[in-house]
């Protein structure tokens, strides 16, 4: 049976690992490598490194941390932000990089989607989406340069379309970002991630909200989501993985156990 | 993990797809001598062999005949390791072909008799994307010490149904070969260099065939 993931997400900003609230105000966690070595021992099934400042700062960023992550992490990993064309994907990949993960620059030119689908393979292409609840439209719509306040803007698209064209053009798997929820630890957005569960035949990641070992549960089961993203719950040691991993197969869902070799 | 003769030599056939780093790294945490080329005489020395690959049959296929690797790769002996993408240019051909391309299914290096089809998964998700368990049909040297329903880390579409030169099996709404076997060569349809503990056991398991 496939296994739902659980996927500690780091935050990367100059090196560091760091953590916002509502992708603001920004604390340093702690050092990239020795973080997703202990996220991996702990049972993590796939890391993301979200390169927060780099799609919105218009700059060239050093990305030598995705080799040294390389060398010493045995479980797939993800990098996302500031992957602009081909060759940018091509270089991260080459790092040892299982994944890339493209937003804003998807939005602004969204034939690289098929561009990097064609060089890389699909399974390789992850294209995030920051979506957010318009109270007033009573739609959920697209968000792009989230990690800058200032530059943060609605892109016109609703959320359900974007998915759908995201998947035309060649995506391996979507990771949804429920703005509403992120960093407040109430809950991943459960009726939003239905809704995009329907229009979505990918893998689907839910991301944003993760707060108690129950929200995991409720999102594998009310969503049907492939796997679920969390940050603050893990850097801050508020949920342990393995005690969550334990929680989750004693409810019943399908949950990656460790691996014990055979003595004969 | 024991260490493993120093003497021996590991050669990862660069077949021209991007990431070959995590294979090669992860063949660096087992063992000392580790080389990537596309040069056959480099690869025919090697005592062991690893045939990675991400991307598309076809085009995999282009970049090894453009290198003039497939008589090379044919004529070897030692053992042979294909990974994902690797393993399904083993057998006879691929139904994964150029988009849009009217041409018939991609011939493939035929080392071992099959074919790569696309999933049938009903509802389910494609790619088969995560870590699944996988069945070994019979106790091999390749999933020594690896327990019954160890969980390997896969992304695919396309695989080789459960036939004859099934090593290992997975179940995704349909059963496929998550491994495959004849004479020297091997494929894996799992990543073992993403599979965490169990992973390096496979590998090392291979490099001490």
Known sequence: MLARRIIPCLDVRDGKVVKGVKFRNHEIIGDIVPLAEQYAQQGADELVFYDITASSDQRVVDKSWVSRIAQVIDIPFCVAGGIKSVEDAGRILEMGADKISVNSPALADPELITRLHDTYGQQCVVIGIDSYFNKQSQQFEVYQFTGDEKRTQNTGRLTVDWVKEVQQRGAGEIVLNCMNQDGVRQGYDIAQLRLVRDACTVPLIASGGAGEKHHFYDVFKQADVDGALAASVFHKGIIPIPELKDFLRAQGVVIREDFVPTTS | ?209
């Open chain 2, 1 to 209: 993990m024991s260490v493993l003769s120093s003497s021996q030599h590991t050669v990862i056939i660069n077949t021209g797809c991007a990431n070959i780093s995590s294979v090669k790294f992860a063949l660096q945490r087992l063992t000392q001598n580790v080389t990537v080329s596309d040069d056959p005489k480099v690869i025919c020395a090697a005592d062991k062999l690893i045939l990675p690959g991400v991307g598309s049959a076809n085009s995999a296929m282009e970049s090894i005949e453009k290198k003039q690797l497939a008589s090379c790769i044919q004529s070897l002996a030692q053992p042979v390791l294909g990974v994902c993408l690797g393993m399904q240019l083993m057998v006879t051909d691929s139904q994964e072909k150029a988009h849009q391309s009217d041409l018939g299914n991609t011939p493939c290096l035929n080392l071992i008799p099959g074919q790569v089809k696309r999933m049938q998964v009903g509802d389910l998700r494609l790619p088969h994307m995560g870590w699944n368990t996988v069945e070994a049909v019979e106790q091999t040297s390749l999933f020594k010490g690896i327990p019954q329903g160890t969980y390997f880390y896969f992304v695919h579409s396309f695989a080789v149904e459960v036939y004859s030169h099934t090593l290992a099996s997975s179940q995704y709404d349909m059963p496929f070969s998550a491994a495959i076997h004849r004479d020297n060569f091997y494929g894996v349809q799992f990543h073992p260099e993403r599979s965490g503990d169990a992973g390096a056991t496979l590998l090392e398991n291979f490099l001490n065939l």
